[in-house]
């Protein structure tokens, strides 16, 4: 019978020891985090603050707020907060684009932010963080809607052809890391050169990241269009993960494999997929959430109401031996004081009960 761990996804601002109850309550013993702070000084539109970053052509935040929190020191003093709650640190998720957005653009500054990166590895590895899961994304999770799609009308988010306006210069991941930068747009960019930034990137970090115990696991493009605000996409059909993985073979070079945002995709038996990829140990953990359609229109769904047939995935994930850790992705927001947790805390516990189920047929 294969442990595989369920774990939870926590938002900068859940960092604490309420975060961490909750996530025990809720029967997680292992944690991702984001770092990144995807609001600052940005404005969330109707967005419960508790929830998914969404937003419109304007981006999220401003990058860089929480910088100071990707050190030794610190990624130490949160893994050993979130131990005394019985809470394993297993990843960090998402790079601030503060750090890294020459990398994504192909600038001036790349190799100097390279740098900074292989030091964020390093301390991660250091301080006994064994995943660093990324998004390697010109325009980042940009074009989504949001609406009542989910069952009782429950707020959640979609898409419905895609966003096509350019990026504003002084913007990448739908963040911005320069406010005050020249007017104009980010020059358009195709597919070829989007790969071979990325292999720069894979050339340049996987070394560190082999030596610092590290694995790099991807995320694949959310939502999965072929391209979004004028921008070229990598990871946007199924085949496109596996050729990700062959550009810098390393036992480093994972996946953060997002069973939803694969689900949109319009290509691919998401099935297949899993038996390749978590067969094969590539995947680092697993995004787990629900979706009605694929591109260009689909819309997230409660866990349970999904066309992703979630009974199956988890047996499929005991067969396959998968011991790495599961979260629940994005949740629709539930009608009541806690729209946020309590979506949270039903996803949790639908994982917690199928595990159960499978453990003890
Ligand atoms: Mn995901």
């Known amino acids: 019978m294969a442990d595989t761990k369920i774990g939870f996804g926590f938002y900068h601002h859940m960092l604490n ?150 990026i504003p210069n002084g913007m990448v991941w739908n963040m911005w890391y320069d406010p005050n930068a020249r007017s104009g747009t980010v020059p358009q960019s195709d597919e070829d050169t989007l790969w071979a930034r990325l292999e720069y990137f894979l050339n340049a970090v996987l070394p560190v990241a082999e030596e610092a115990g590290v694995r790099l696991a991807a995320h694949p493009d959310d939502p999965p269009f072929a391209s979004v605000r004028q921008q070229p996409r990598l990871v946007y059909t199924h085949d496109r993960y596996q050729k990700l993985l062959d550009l810098v073979p390393s036992s480093s070079n994972a996946l953060e494999f997002c069973l939803g945002t694969l689900q949109e995709m319009q290509d691919g038996d998401i099935y297949e997929t899993i038996e390749r990829h978590v067969g094969a140990g590539q995947v680092a953990y697993i995004h787990l959430r629900n979706v009605v359609g694929k591109v260009p229109k689909y819309h997230e769904v409660f866990l349970d109401e999904g066309e992703l047939d979630v009974v199956r995935v988890m047996k499929l994930l005991d067969r396959l031996g998968y011991e790495g850790v599961v979260i629940p992705d994005h949740t629709p927001l539930m009608d009541c004081t806690a729209p946020w947790h309590s979506g949270m805390a039903y996803a949790m516990g639908y994982i917690r009960a199928l595990k159960q189920c499978i453990q003890n047929p």
Request: charged share 25%; proline share 3%; net charge negative.
């Open 17 to 166: 020891d309420d975060g961490y109850r909750f996530a025990r309550q809720c029967g997680a013993t292992h944690a991702v985090v984001h770092l990144v702070d995807y609001f600052h000084k940005g404005y969330q539109n109707d967005n419960h603050p508790d929830n998914q970053p969404v937003g419109d052509s304007d981006g999220w935040g401003r990058a860089g707020a929480t910088r100071h929190l990707w050190t030794y020191n610190s990624l130490t003093r949160i893994r050993e907060d979130m131990a005394k709650h019985g809470l394993t640190l297993y990843a960090l998720e998402n790079f601030d684009p503060a750090d890294w957005y020459d990398v994504l653009l192909g600038g001036q500054k790349r190799d100097e932010q390279l740098e900074v990166l292989k030091g964020i590895i390093r301390d991660a590895g250091r301080a006994g963080i064994p995943v660093i899961g990324y998004n390697f994304s010109i325009a980042g999770v940009a074009g989504r809607i949001q609406g009542a799609f989910a069952r009782g009308g429950a707020r959640s988010v979609g898409a419905d052809g895609g966003e096509h306006t350019p």
